[in-house]
């Protein structure tokens, strides 16, 4: 058994001052140190370094590891343009994504505190790292697919990758199911791959309303990302339209990325159902989308990073605070306190996971900031850690320390 003492701890009671934290795998108790040092003579005792504070590790719950090779290849600013250059440099960047790229990508994550994160992996080439991560994976594997006449193919090549993850199943590595999103995947194949996830008990992904012209074409039948379905795929009218999307997932919790252009009445959907949204703010920003109103949110968000496809790196902090600044209204301490909550109790209850609090029983996974001096008051903790913070000063998954 292990104390870690520190000056703050953030827990579900808000920032605990002076205390320390008993741990194996599991967090065992919380108290004043002073007196859990007494109690447990035993135990390996370490004090943190003035100004620190311990958070749970934080969740990352939308990436794409197979596109960790992107550095310039792909062209930012309009969501269409962008969607063209993927599949134009589709077969490199997977080539020229190796092990080793994808396991910087992991451990540039593990750095900036990310102990669990969802990977979004459409054709199975990241299952070895995610398997060997030192993180906690939820593997989601991805069905995409708009024309029916391939149904058949595209589904027993999907259970084929499960069945593959599925081997690997551990308390670590969780396999999962994303649908791509409802212009790329058609009605029948979406229902079987939703039917399979409901049998299964398994979590469930699937981008949507990311783009405005994704809106247009399943709303209207044009605009720009029509023309290039047209075009290019032979794509004659939508494969779903959203209000029937969006009932397929009923009675499956489900975890929508992005959303950004989703109505009102679509929202209500999603609050009845128990679903929840992933949040990429630069990516959103760097595919020429708009910005998701979260103060009008009502269901659980997560922070994500989404994949370097479609950002510059995979830092949990430089999502935060690119998150900070592009939601520039309302009170300071309240939205980083909502961010650090996304990160970490939010995303733990979206992937159903024994993490993202500091709470006795919990998985013994930390995140430990080291800020640069001492914070005025307790109550400015939240934004000068999203401020201050690159990289965290540890990182315990499991009790076990990886930074
Ligand atoms: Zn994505």
New binding site residues.
Partial sequence: MRILVADYIYTPSGYLQNSAILFNDKILEIEKSEMLIKKYPDAIVEFLEPHSVIYPGFINT?V?LEFSANKTQLKYGNFTKWLKSVIQNRVELMSDCSDETMRQACHEMLKSGITTFGA?SSNGIDMQVCKEAPQRVVFFNEVIGSNEDFNENIYSDFIHRFDASNTCKSDTFIPAVALHSPYSVNKSLAKKVINFAKKSNLLITS?LLESKSEREWLDSENGELGDFLKESFGAIKPTNNIDEYIHLFNEIKTHF?HAVYATKDELNILYAQGHSIAHCPRSNRLLGCDRLEIENIKCPISVAT??LSSNWNLNIFDELRAALMMHNKGDLELLSNYLIKSITSNAAEIFNLNCGTVEIDKDADFAIVKLPNEPSSINEIGYLTILHTKNVSRVYISGERYV
Avoid: A, E, K, N
């Fill in positions: 939308h794409h979004i981008h990325v989404d994949g």
